[in-house]
Every structure is written in structure tokens, then in C-alpha cells.
């Protein structure tokens, strides 16, 4: 005679056995892709068998870590919640949930979260990592006071073409035939030396919206000849304005004043606007416009209006490490105040263009940047002395290797190559260029 009871015990204990090696397997799933930085995937394995497993200690921490470090910070706490409320002890879910409410800015919740780890004398490593949690936390509650940001900056270098023009100074045109530059108009190379600096004002309305102002001074210099020397002023009013934790919107008012040589080049007005959208911790995208008016001190045929636009995205990568990948798209046009054959062969045209940055954190204070660029250019009518419609096709790559030797000072070195390809000859160029530079930075 079959014992039922028996039977009975044998299917709940090999159900419960099965039940387990469901959960570790889940659980193994779960902590290999966070481990290899797929804390998205961890996240979806996560929400797929949350109903079944959510409520048992290991899968909500692990699964909770998972939310917060793929962007979805909300359920990242609710799931450490139910790890503390069944083990009001457990220092590891604690230290996640301070850290998920610093992600959203909650900024006193996260504070007393880290005062309350710090009560029960944990390791030196996770000491290190609060405080350097709270320090972010005094300057984010800081922010909320006017405050100013200033920089000073001094670069050294050389150009293989400090005048962007062409290698060669013969040429031919179906108008004048063959002819020759002067000695000017082709590429000379040369020493040169730039001084930046800056400072902003900044004043909080309120925990959403900023505004600012700010100017900018930058001299470029060019040894041994004068004639290529620069002096910029830049001037901006603008605010940001965060929509919430991942949206946010800035915009400025700038007015530029260029100089060439000692005498007054061009004037810039306009007005540009950025809006930012972070869609997990790892990814932001990003639209910008902007429209600008050029005014050149005497050549009438130059001014301009400029219609900028662009497209950007930001990506954490689990490449060398953690590294950013930046690419970005833009388009525009420049649109004379005259319109005539003269403006519309020289200064009339359609532009796009894209780039694509990487940038490697080689250690903690050292980050080499690489970016690779490409611009193509169109204008609107017959060049008078070539008898061909210009178009410019612009490519770049550069690097740089950034050092942050302190708070305030950082450390500079790099180098570049560009060079364009045009259908008109005496607009062909190519350089290079190496220099270093010191900044120093208050805030």
C-alpha cells in the first residue's frame, strides 16, 4: 500500500531542491553580467523573475545593484528596502541604498544612510568611499549658494602651418591662367604660445534652474611674425534648468569680439541652446542649436548669419577599463546679408559634419583623449575665378593626454593633424601641430 505522505514529502523536498538550483543559477546569471558590467541585462534577467524570487535576501541585493547601477534607481531601493527590512544589519545593502539616494539627489536620505554605516566602524575602504560620497554631497547642497568658477590657462606648441593655407604656391585658374601665391599665402610654419582664461557667476533661482554669467579671454600668439596673432573675448548670459533628474535644458546669449593682428576682425552675436537627456547611468543623448550673426569690420561681403544644429551621444563602455565613447553630428548653413554672385561663391554654403571622441581614464588623475573628425562643405555658386562650385572636405584627429596633478591644476600634452581636400587648389591645406599646456582651475 503506497504512503501518500511519504510521496507527498518526496515531491515538496525534490520542488524545493529544484527551486534552489533555480535560484543559484538566476543568481550566478545575475552577479557574471553585473560582474562584466552588463548591469542592464542583470537588471531585465532581474525583473523577469521578480515575481517568483523578489522577497529572498540574495536576489533583491544583488538584483537591487543591478537597478541602480543601470539606471533604474527607483526599483534598486525598493529592492534593497526588502533586504534591510528582513536584515536591518546588512552593511552591504546599506551602503547601496545611501548610494541610490545620492543618484537621486536625495541628498539628506543619503547622507544619514552614510552617518549610519559610518556609526558601526567599517572597513578603511568603505570609510574612503563615504566620505568621498559625502564630500559630493556638501558640494551638490553647496551649489544651491552663488557661487564662481574661474580659470588660467598658458599653451606652448608648434605649427607645422600656422596660416592654414596651401603647400604650394602655384595654381591655375580658367580666368587669369596660371599663376603664383605670394610667399605669405602659402603654409609657414611656426612657434607659438596661447593664454586662456575665464570666470562665471554663477546664482541658483532654485534646486531647478541657474543662471549665469560668464566671459572668456583667449590671445594667440605666433613667433616670430605678428601677423597670425588673435585676441577673442566671449561673453555669455544663460541659464540651465534641470526638468528633472535625467532632462535637462540650458541656454546662453553670446557676444564675441575677434581680433587679428591688432586690429578689430569680427563681431558675433547669438543665441544657442542644449538640451540633455540622461537615459540610464551609463547613457545621455543630447540636441543642440544655435544662431549666430557675423559682423567683419571691413569686408561687408563676409557677414553672415549662421544656422547650427546637432546631435549627440554618450556612452559608458566597458572598454580599457570604463571609458566615454562622444559622438556627435552636426549640420548648418551660413546665409550672407548680401545676395550676389560674390557671397554666394565665398561665403554661401551647406555644411555637415561628425565626430567621434574616446576618452580612457589611464589612471585616476589621467585621462588620453582621442578624436577623430570629418567636415564637408558646399557653397552656393560658381567661384568667379575658378569657374567651379567650392566644396571643402575637412578631416581631423587628435590627442590628448590630460593630468589632474591636484584640485586645482592640470597638465596638458597633445598633438594633431588636419587637412582639407578642395576642389579649388589654393584652399588645400594640411598642419600639425604639438604643444603643452598648464591650467589652473578655482572653484
Known amino acids: 500500500m503506497l504512503n501518500y505522505k511519504n510521496i507527498l514529502m518526496v515531491i515538496v523536498l525534490a520542488t524545493t531542491a529544484f527551486s534552489s538550483?533555480?535560484?543559484?543559477?538566476?543568481?550566478?546569471?545575475?552577479k557574471q553580467l553585473h560582474a562584466q558590467g552588463q548591469s542592464e541585462q542583470a537588471f531585465q534577467l532581474g525583473e523577469v523573475n521578480l515575481e517568483e524570487w523578489g522577497g529572498l535576501i540574495e536576489f533583491d541585493y544583488y538584483y537591487g545593484m543591478a537597478a541602480v547601477d543601470s539606471g533604474h534607481v527607483s526599483e534598486g531601493i525598493f529592492a534593497l528596502e526588502r533586504v534591510l527590512y528582513q536584515q536591518p544589519n546588512h552593511r552591504a545593502a546599506k551602503l547601496e541604498l545611501a548610494r541610490a539616494y545620492y543618484l537621486l539627489k536625495q541628498y539628506p536620505l543619503a547622507r544619514q544612510h552614510f552617518q549610519a554605516i559610518l556609526a558601526v566602524t567599517p572597513p578603511v575602504s568603505v570609510i574612503e568611499r563615504i566620505n568621498t560620497f559625502m564630500q559630493l554631497i556638501d558640494k551638490a547642497e553647496n551649489e544651491l549658494e552663488p557661487h564662481m568658477l574661474a580659470y588660467f590657462e598658458v599653451i606652448g606648441g608648434h605649427d607645422s602651418n600656422a596660416n592654414f593655407a596651401p603647400g604650394s604656391a602655384n595654381f591655375y585658374s580658367p580666368i587669369l591662367g596660371d599663376g603664383e601665391l605670394s610667399d605669405d599665402g602659402t603654409a609657414q610654419s611656426a612657434w607659438y604660445n596661447d593664454t586662456r582664461m575665464g570666470v562665471g557667476y554663477y546664482s541658483p533661482l532654485n534646486k531647478l534652474t541657474t543662471i549665469y554669467l560668464r566671459a572668456d579671454l583667449s590671445e594667440h600668439n605666433v613667433n616670430p611674425t605678428i601677423e597670425y596673432d588673435s585676441f577673442t573675448y566671449t561673453l555669455q548670459a544663460g541659464a540651465v534648468h534641470k526638468f528633472n533628474a535625467d532632462l535637462s535644458l540650458s541656454a546662453q546669449l553670446i557676444h564675441q569680439q575677434h581680433s587679428v593682428d591688432g586690429a578689430r576682425y569680427r563681431e558675433?552675436?547669438?543665441?544657442?541652446?542644449?538640451l540633455v537627456n540622461v537615459l540610464n547611468a551609463k547613457t545621455s543623448v543630447q540636441i543642440g542649436a544655435s544662431y549666430l550673426n557675423f559682423t567683419y569690420n571691413d569686408l561687408d561681403n563676409k557677414d553672415a548669419q549662421e544656422y547650427n544644429f546637432s546631435l549627440g551621444y554618450n556612452r559608458q563602455v566597458p572598454l580599457f577599463g570604463t571609458?566615454?565613447?562622444?559622438?556627435?553630428l552636426s549640420f548648418g548653413e551660413d546665409k550672407p546679408d548680401e545676395d550676389n554672385n560674390i557671397t554666394q561663391s565665398t561665403s554661401e554654403r551647406e555644411f555637415w559634419g561628425s565626430s567621434l571622441a574616446h576618452k580612457i581614464p589611464l589612471s585616476n588623475t589621467i585621462v588620453l583623449t582621442s578624436t577623430i573628425a570629418y567636415q564637408h562643405s558646399e557653397y552656393a555658386a560658381d567661384d568667379l575665378l575658378f569657374a567651379v562650385t567650392r566644396e571643402d572636405e575637412t578631416f581631423s584627429f587628435d590627442v590628448t593626454a590630460d593630468w589632474r596633478l591636484n584640485k586645482h591644476w592640470r597638465l596638458s600634452v597633445g598633438a594633431g593633424w588636419r587637412e582639407q581636400d578642395s576642389n579649388i587648389e589654393i584652399y588645400n591645406f594640411d598642419r600639425m601641430y604639438g604643444q603643452v599646456g598648464i591650467r589652473y582651475e578655482y572653484y
Open 21 to 30: 538550483l533555480a535560484e543559484e543559477q538566476i543568481l550566478m546569471q545575475i
Open 268 to 274: 558675433m552675436d547669438g543665441v544657442a541652446a542644449n
Open 323 to 328: 571609458s566615454l565613447i562622444m559622438a556627435r
